[in-house]
């Protein structure tokens, strides 16, 4: 398994930013996916946007579209996410995945509390 080193969350007014940050440690993203998941209380994990190390093709959650970036820094083996326009409802618990389609590995890094204030 890949172990994944999370970074950047914090406590941040409405319509502030923040950038996490997902590297990799031991290993490169190589024929990896990355993604972001989010948790609130009292509520199940969501996707929030992915990566996919090998052609850079992103994807995003319909709720932060036009707001979150997700990025890929091939040199420093991490992935970027740069969140915008930051809304109450943004609070959460943000995990990092990295899923690997050939050899089956899913792995969870542990997580980074990001809280927006009103």
């Known amino acids: 398994q890949v172990q994944l080193v999370e970074s950047g969350g914090g406590l941040v007014q409405e319509g502030g930013s923040l950038r996490l940050s997902c590297a990799a440690a031991?290993?490169?993203?190589?024929?990896?996916?990355i993604r972001w998941f989010r948790q609130a209380p009292g509520k199940e994990r969501e996707f929030v946007a992915s990566?996919?190390?090998?052609?850079?093709?992103?994807f995003y959650a319909d709720s932060v579209k036009g707001r979150f970036t997700i990025s890929r820094d091939n040199a420093k083996n991490t992935v970027h996410l740069q969140m915008n326009s930051l809304k109450p409802d943004d609070t959460a618990v943000y995990y990092c995945?990295?899923?690997?389609?050939?050899?089956?590995?899913?792995?969870w890094g542990r997580g980074t509390q990001v809280t927006v204030s009103a």
């Open positions: 995945n990295a899923y690997n389609s050939y050899n089956l590995d899913n792995s």
């Open positions: 031991g290993r490169t993203f190589n024929y990896y996916e």
């Open positions: 990566v996919r190390w090998s052609n850079g093709i992103t």
